[in-house]
């Protein structure tokens, strides 16, 4: 049925307010102006052409996904035909990031955000009877990702696009994206997510542009026409890359950029003679080796990758990347010498860091160049931004691995190492400074160190925060660092507030608009405008209401999921991300025991209500993580159901963390937990998109909290425990954790109350690896840090009750985060590593 009142009369929004008009009675505003009528019938008009002739289908037999998919493939139009508007235009310099994880999410709302269609869209459905947040619900997340290092290459694409940096984004196409996550019983199962199941209507199949990446096999010498000698690469086996371009789209839909992933193929489909001489399973063997390529996303961030499906998919992305930007700039410009000039590379991770040696053997090996010549391209060329300095999380790949997989790189690398050791030598070096800067670690067997790689191949290498690009040049790159000091510099991460701010909190964002005008959505720092209301108690009601609104919807997706009803009046506090013993979830339960404790004690206090909320994925083989899941699923069951504390204490565990649930988790937030030891957490991302959002953190001095600490003021954060330096002291004290332990009767409470199965009352022992951690070892130090933990979760409780003061922060917060956008991220990069013209 066709909504006619919602086609007439009515004007499209054309006021864009600034502060001076703003209302100052901050009472509730009329719902947003509808789209004019025109927009919204040829809107409709596409959406239902799309639904008949692409899928077959009609409104009376359209299920969600049908709706999402016609309206996927309408906006799809327009993308195509905003970037058409460029198409044929070869711009001055192109940025390529290369990235093994893309955690996108869902695509529609940053579609119609950034086409300026949203209403239109809403509009154009309801006129059918369909209904907007049903049609977006529909759509499956691209998890193409981990985590953190995932999201940020999603957020990077985004802010590219919006300022107009010319861009490619290179990646996998997984048919398997990261696992779903059931909790049975408190006990994670991983179930294998089939985002493609029913096809993604975003991208386009570029068949043509297919290339073709060998493994294995030997090195041969050729003798040129010229005389001269070069060595040819005869890989045993080849897998055909074929890309899959989605279009990302900028705001205003200015400029369309592409994100480029490459699905893995057998070059024969099928062994015919197999196949006819009966053998119809071997027939199709070779195919199933080459398509597990990509298959599924390497489901673990941050443990020893093992595993030789890892580097193939590892070499498979990038040198299928790098031919494509090599055979585009040869089209366009010719000769590879001036590579640097118009192409740059960003390695996200050393996943990528096989580009190194692949692309001096493309530009020597293929290309002809010399030596000299390719190694300067290279390095003009590359810039590499590290992720982690963990030990165990720094990639190392065995020689003997290399040499089957991959012999004529490892020859190049063998080369490489050799002149950058004859140069260290130059300067007088000790075999241990040798070895420490050598690209071979032979320390436990030989293995190529892909971080130094990275860094030798790299004219730029940046570290992710401020405390953590100072700790690379102190520890993990000190003696690299040491050969060439201009090299590492510092890009601290951001985010994309178009998703995290505009699309998942369209409340807030309506009131900034509000309150300081629309240019607050094309620049994040009229934000700032925010603060000269923060005091106002019209406009901290406004405010509080917005969260209120996202905290009884939160409280509803709760429900359904986990069945524990929220109360939407207690204080929201929120720790969500991957589970992993350095982010010290279990520090957080740690301290929601010792409270259940104190609230039984001392049941007639006025506690503050708190409702604790957890959401994260464990990596399948990480038993400790696993069983800090279940503690806190056990936790919540004993807590919840517990009497004496309803009202002021309820746990719950949110099953299958992702971006859509962040995007409705994160707008209801009151307390974000950042709380991870100090000098383990790179920068975090997870920390600006809940400051932005309003609410307070509580965390320690590590990562981009340090630099959240310096914009938001510290009245406005709660910071607790021991920082970097401290980490490093008492680490080197041993037996601290007993001490901490003996030195403090809360902490001994609450573990006592876990190791004696209070928690798990039919099998006591369920969490002696936990306990037996923290009592011998404690590597993550969370004992050392749990008295100030406890302190600064006790501030939090009479923070919140001062009204007054808590919105004040909150209201600073978002006003005070602008400089965490990705654009600001992005243009830095622009100017400092990839030298590339913004807009
Ligand atoms: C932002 C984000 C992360 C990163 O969170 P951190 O708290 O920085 O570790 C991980 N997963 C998802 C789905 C995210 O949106």
Request: charged share 25%.
């Amino acid at each position: 049925m066709l909504n006619d009142a919602v086609l007439t009369g009515r004007r499209r929004d054309e006021t864009s307010r600034d502060a001076a008009e703003a209302p100052r009675s901050w009472m509730p505003q009329p719902a947003p102006a509808v789209p004019a009528g025109d927009d919204v019938t040829v809107m409709r008009t596409a959406i239902l052409a799309k639904l008949a002739y692409a899928l077959g289908k009609t409104p009376a037999t359209a299920r969600d996904r049908d709706w999402f998919v016609a309206t996927a493939l309408a906006l799809r139009d327009r993308a195509v035909a905003a970037s058409a508007i460029s198409a044929g235009i070869v711009p001055p310099k192109r940025v390529h990031y290369l990235s093994l994880e893309f955690l996108i999410g869902r695509l529609l709302s940053d579609a119609m955000g950034n086409l300026g269609v949203a209403e239109t869209v809403r509009a154009a459905l309801a006129g059918l009877d369909v209904d907007l947040e049903a049609v977006a619900g529909a759509e499956p997340d691209a998890a193409l990702g981990n985590g953190g290092l995932g999201r940020l290459a999603a957020c990077f694409m985004e802010s590219m696009a919006s300022l107009a940096i010319p861009a490619y984004g290179y990646g996998i196409r997984y048919d398997h994206g990261l696992f779903r996550q059931v909790i049975e019983d408190g006990v994670q199962r991983e179930v294998p997510e089939t985002w493609l199941a029913e096809g993604n209507p975003w991208e386009f199949e570029r068949a043509e542009a297919a290339c073709e990446v060998g493994f294995g096999g030997d090195v041969a010498m050729s003798v040129q026409p010229d005389g001269t000698l070069r060595r040819v690469w005869r890989p045993a086996e080849t897998v055909r890359a074929v890309p899959y371009d989605t279009p990302v789209i900028g705001r205003g839909a200015k400029h369309v950029n592409a994100l480029r992933l490459w699905a893995a193929r057998a070059p024969e489909a099928i062994d015919l003679a197999r196949f006819n001489a009966g053998d119809h399973v071997g027939a199709v063997a070779e195919r199933a080796r080459a398509e597990a390529i990509s298959r599924v996303l390497y489901p673990s961030d941050g443990t020893p990758a093992g595993q030789e499906l890892r580097l193939r998919q590892e070499f498979f992305f990038t040198s299928a990347s790098l031919q494509d930007l090599v055979r585009r700039h040869v089209a366009e410009r010719g000769d590879l010498r001036s590579l640097p000039d118009h192409a740059a590379i960003q390695l996200n991770d050393t996943h990528p860091a096989i580009a190194v040696p692949e692309l001096m053997r493309l530009l020597v090996d293929v290309h002809g160049l010399s030596w000299e010549d390719a190694w300067h391209v290279t390095t003009q060329t590359l810039g590499y931004t590290n992720h982690t300095l963990m030990p165990e999380a720094l990639e190392t790949w065995p020689v003997e691995l290399m040499e089957r997989l991959l012999p004529r790189h490892m020859q190049i690398i063998y080369l490489i190492n050799w002149m950058h050791l004859e140069e260290v030598s130059k300067h007088g070096s000790s075999p241990e400074h040798l070895a420490e800067v050598s690209l071979i670690d032979e320390s436990h067997g030989k293995r190529v160190r892909m971080g130094h790689l990275a860094f030798l191949g790299a004219r730029r290498v940046n570290g992710v925060s401020a405390l953590h690009t100072e700790l690379m040049r102190q520890t993990v790159f000190a003696p690299l660092h040491a050969l060439d000091t201009d090299k590492i510099v510092n890009k601290t991460n951001g985010i994309t507030f178009r998703r995290w701010l505009h699309n998942a909190n369209p409340g807030l964002t309506a009131l900034a608009v509000e309150a300081v005008g629309a240019k607050v959505l094309d620049d994040p720092r009229h934000l700032e405008g925010l603060a000269a209301f923060a005091d106002d108690s019209a406009f901290q009601a406004r405010y509080a209401a917005v969260r209120r609104e996202r905290k009884e919807a939160l409280a509803r997706v709760v429900e359904e999921r986990t069945g524990i009803a929220l109360d939407p009046d207690a204080l929201f506090d929120v720790q969500i991300k991957r589970i992993h013993e350095y982010k010290r979830q279990l520090l957080n339960i740690l301290e929601t025991v010792a409270l259940y404790q104190a609230i039984k004690a001392e049941p007639h206090r006025d506690w503050t209500p708190r409702v604790k909320l957890f959401a994260g994925k464990a990596a399948p083989s990480y038993h400790q993580a696993k069983l800090i899941i279940r503690l806190a699923s056990d936790v919540a069951k004993r807590v919840n159901a517990d009497p004496d504390v309803a009202g002021r204490l309820t746990v719950a565990f949110v099953p299958n963390y992702s971006v859509s649930l962040a995007e409705s988790i994160i707008p209801a937030a009151d307390l974000s937990e950042q709380i991870s030891t100090a000098g383990l957490e790179a920068s975090g991302t997870g920390n600006m998109k809940l400051a932005l959002n309003g609410a307070l953190t509580i965390g320690t001095l590590d990562g981009a909290n340090i630099e959240i600490k310096d914009h938001v003021g510290p009245d406005n954060i709660f910071i607790f425990g021991l920082d970097a330096a401290g980490v490093q002291r008492v680490q080197a004290q041993p037996g601290y954790a007993s001490r901490a332990i003996a030195a403090s009767a809360r902490l001994r409470g609450a573990l006592d109350m876990i190791a004696a199965g209070g928690f798990s009352p039919g099998e006591p022992g369920r969490f002696r690896p936990l306990v037996d951690e923290l009592t011998h070892g404690d590597r993550f130090l969370l004992t050392a840090d749990f008295d100030d933990y406890w302190r600064a979760q006790r501030e939090v409780d009479a923070a919140w009750r001062r009204p007054k003061t808590w919105w004040k922060s909150a209201i600073l917060n978002t006003a005070r985060t602008a400089w965490f956008s990705s654009d600001r991220t992005m243009r830095e990069y622009a100017e400092e590593i990839w030298r590339v013209r913004v807009g």
